[in-house]
Structures are given as C-alpha cells and as structure tokens.
C-alpha cells in the first residue's frame, strides 16, 4: 500500500491543521491506521491510531499518546481510504514531521508496516 500524507504547514500556537492521509494500492482493510511524528533532533514517536477491531486494553478504536488526548482526533474515511489527524489547540512542541502509517500495531512498542513520506508541520510561540 502507497500512503500519501498531506495537509501540514504553519501555524500559531493555540491554532489548527487537520493531516490528511490517503492510501493507494490496496484498501486500510481491518489493520489499524495511525499516526507517529519525529520532531528535531528526537525518535519518532507515536501519536494515534485507529482500527476497525477493538484495541484490546480499551476496548474503543482509537488510542492516542498521553501528550495529544484531548487536543487531536484520529478519524478515517473507508470509502476514500484515507485516515485523518484533526489537531486543535497546537503547541510548539507539536512541531515536527508526521507520518502516517498502516498495519499499526503494538507488540512491545507501536509499530508499523507501511509508512507515508511525512508532512512538516511547524507551530510557532
């Protein structure tokens, strides 16, 4: 599957972008799709996922890092195959590169089999 990322830019802090992310080649089917980021100089980390099953230590269908709760909503569209990432209330620390990805999953850390070629989004003070 071919993943397309879009939607990133600049913005002030307190402002919102929504990413977008559509996929080619194959449908998301039932894995998950997700969300990680790598900001300057640190690891990429993981930001959202989403699955049509049930993440089992929720029991819900979407989970997110500690530090977006609340301020980032993960939502995605079958018919079109794409997979979304609202963000609200950005802080500066949110600047970095997101990517999307498919077949999310989490075995001892979230992991992914396909990734996006990631989309800079930058949050000024």
């Known amino acids: 599957v071919q993943l397309q990322a879009s939607g990133g830019g600049l913005v002030q802090a307190g402002g919102s972008l929504r990413l977008s992310c559509a996929a080619s080649?194959?449908?998301?089917?039932?894995?998950?799709v997700g969300w990680f980021r790598r900001a300057p100089g640190k690891e990429r980390e993981f930001v959202a996922v989403?699955?049509?099953?049930?993440?089992?230590?929720?029991?819900?269908?979407?989970y997110y890092a500690d530090f977006v709760k609340g301020r980032f909503t993960i939502s995605r569209d079958n018919a079109k195959n794409t997979v979304y990432l609202e963000m609200n209330s950005l802080k500066p620390e949110d600047t970095a590169v997101y990517y999307c990805?498919?077949?999310?999953?989490?075995?001892?850390?979230?992991?992914?089999?396909?990734w996006g070629q990631g989309t800079q989004v930058t949050v000024s003070s």
């Open positions: 080649g194959r449908t998301f089917g039932n894995y998950g």
């Open positions: 989403m699955s049509l099953a049930a993440i089992s230590w929720t029991g819900g269908s979407t």
């Open positions: 990805a498919a077949e999310v999953q989490y075995g001892s850390t979230w992991k992914a089999n396909y």
